[in-house]
């Protein structure tokens, strides 16, 4: 049951994953919830460990999710998942030598597409900010220090054009210094 | 015989080596596949390159997965595009499960809990910065400023999937207003940053 369910979430992401990784993340975060894998913190961790590591942010969160929900065997059913839709339009596109790029209707798909990208990452931003108590009433240590985390982990990205891997290491280290 | 399966390896082996390069992000690949691939092997010109980063970011899927996918189906066919698809997805696959089955085996230690505690803010942070990365070159006008901040309103109410079905729906739709609409003049200006456009990488956040 929980593999055929990785199997259908990922392969949707995998069918509709435009624009890079980080616009699946509410699709993952419903389907999580949905079928209460794990806790949104827990995924907001998975989702750490997959921006710490190599490979797209998206394929790494599935396999991390897959093997938290059900083992080895998810984490393969889940990467494949989401693999496949790839794999079956580049055989496509290649064998027909679609020029997909070029075409007029292609360009203005693309046209309202990308914005709604970057409204799906922000999106997932705000939705992470609200269940990770960055956005909160009760105003705490935690959520101070918290907040000048995020504030100067973004400075530090955009501003000092860090490399997300350190910024992430950094704030663990600020992290272990401040809450243990 | 034996030479098509040679072949397929090699492919296997040479993206299997460039996996671990896409840290940065899919484009990070690019230097390491003009290395490997046009001036070791020369099985491709690296204006055949560029046109197949392009064109990956048209199909879904990480630009990563999908480049690889493309070059290997050039050199090799179907087999070639699964040889260079697993060849570049295996080293990550092992590193992150190595590294999660690493956190759900220490996950009760407290000191990690607590780096977490700050890691989880610096994501937040994180996702941020790949929205205004894909801003950049997602949001060129009135009208595609207007998609965004409907898209996010609409994403507390419907289903992800549904708002990126309609994108595309008001892609098209308001493409084809505006060249219905537009001033002749706007349609030539249009059309040269169409062209332009199309050897450029759209993806802001390339990952």
Same mark, same amino acid.
């Given at each position: 049951?929980?593999?055929?369910q990785l199997f259908k979430t990922f392969f949707l992401v995998g069918l509709v994953s435009f624009g890079g990784g980080y616009a699946m993340i509410p699709i993952i975060k419903t389907a999580v919830t949905q079928y209460?894998w794990m806790?949104a913190?827990?995924l907001t961790?998975m989702i750490?460990?997959a921006?710490?590591?190599?490979?797209p942010i998206a394929t790494n969160s599935a396999?991390l999710v897959g093997?938290?929900a059900?083992?080895?065997?998810?984490?393969?059913?889940s990467?494949?998942a989401m693999?496949?839709p790839?794999?079956?339009?580049?055989?496509?596109?290649?064998?027909?030598?679609?020029?997909?790029?070029?075409?007029?209707?292609?360009?203005?798909?693309?046209?309202?597409l990308?914005?709604i990208v970057t409204s799906l990452i922000i999106y997932a931003a705000i939705s992470f900010?609200?269940s990770?108590?960055?956005?909160?009433?009760?105003?705490?240590?935690?959520?101070?220090?918290?907040?000048?985390?995020?504030?100067?982990?973004?400075?530090?990205?955009?501003?000092?054009?860090?490399?997300?891997?350190?910024?992430?290491?950094?704030?663990?280290?600020?992290?272990?210094?401040?809450?243990? | 015989?034996?030479?098509?399966?040679?072949?397929?390896?090699?492919?296997?082996?040479?993206?299997?080596?460039?996996?671990?390069?896409?840290?940065?992000?899919?484009?990070?690949?690019?230097?390491?596949?003009?290395?490997?691939?046009?001036?070791?092997?020369?099985?491709?010109?690296?204006?055949?390159?560029?046109?197949?980063?392009?064109?990956?970011?048209?199909?879904p899927g990480a630009?990563?997965?999908?480049?690889?996918?493309?070059?290997?189906?050039?050199?090799?066919?179907?087999?070639?595009?699964?040889?260079?698809?697993?060849?570049?997805?295996?080293?990550?696959?092992?590193?992150?499960?190595?590294?999660?089955?690493?956190?759900?085996?220490?996950?009760?230690?407290?000191?990690?809990?607590?780096?977490?505690? @700050? +890691?989880?803010? *610096?994501?937040?942070?994180?996702i941020?910065?790949a929205?205004? =990365?894909? !801003? &950049?070159?997602?949001?060129? /006008?009135?009208?595609?400023?207007?998609?965004?901040?409907?898209g996010v309103?609409a994403l507390f109410f419907i289903h992800p999937v549904l708002a990126i079905i309609l994108g595309a729906?008001? @892609? +098209?739709?308001? *493409?084809?207003?505006?060249?219905?609409?537009?001033?002749?003049? =706007?349609? !030539? &200006?249009?059309?040269?940053? /169409?062209?332009?456009?199309?050897?450029?990488?759209?993806?802001?956040?390339?990952i």
């Open positions: 049951m929980v593999l055929w209460g806790t913190e827990r961790n750490a460990i921006g710490m590591s190599p490979g396999i093997y938290s059900a083992g080895f065997t998810g984490a393969i059913i990467a494949v693999l496949l790839s794999i079956i339009l580049v055989i496509i596109v290649a064998s027909f030598f679609i020029k997909l790029h070029h075409h007029p209707i292609v360009q203005s798909i693309f046209y309202g990308k914005p900010a609200l990770n108590h960055l956005i909160t009433p009760n105003i705490s240590f935690r959520t101070i220090t918290s907040l000048l985390i995020f504030g100067f982990s973004l400075f530090a990205l955009v501003k000092l054009r860090w490399h997300p891997l350190h910024v992430i290491l950094f704030s663990g280290l600020v992290g272990v210094t401040l809450y243990s | 015989m034996k030479e098509q399966w040679k072949k397929l390896f090699q492919l296997f082996w040479t993206f299997f080596k460039i996996g671990p390069a896409t840290f940065g992000g899919g484009f990070a690949m690019i230097p390491l596949i003009e290395r490997e691939i046009v001036e070791k092997k020369k099985w491709l010109k690296n204006e055949e390159v560029t046109d197949v980063f392009a064109l990956s970011q048209s199909v630009v990563a997965i999908n480049s690889a996918a493309f070059i290997g189906h050039k050199i090799g066919g179907i087999g070639g595009a699964l040889a260079a698809m697993i060849g570049v997805s295996l080293p990550t696959f092992i590193i992150v499960l190595t590294l999660g089955i690493s956190y759900f085996y220490i996950h009760d230690n407290p000191k990690l809990e607590a780096a977490f505690v @700050g +890691i989880r803010a *610096s994501i937040v942070a994180l941020l910065y929205a205004i =990365k894909t !801003a &950049k070159t997602a949001i060129v /006008d009135k009208t595609t400023f207007f998609i965004l901040l409907a309103g729906l008001a @892609g +098209i739709i308001s *493409s084809f207003l505006k060249r219905k609409w537009g001033p002749k003049n =706007k349609i !030539a &200006k249009d059309k040269e940053k /169409d062209q332009s456009n199309t050897h450029d990488y759209w993806w802001g956040a390339g």
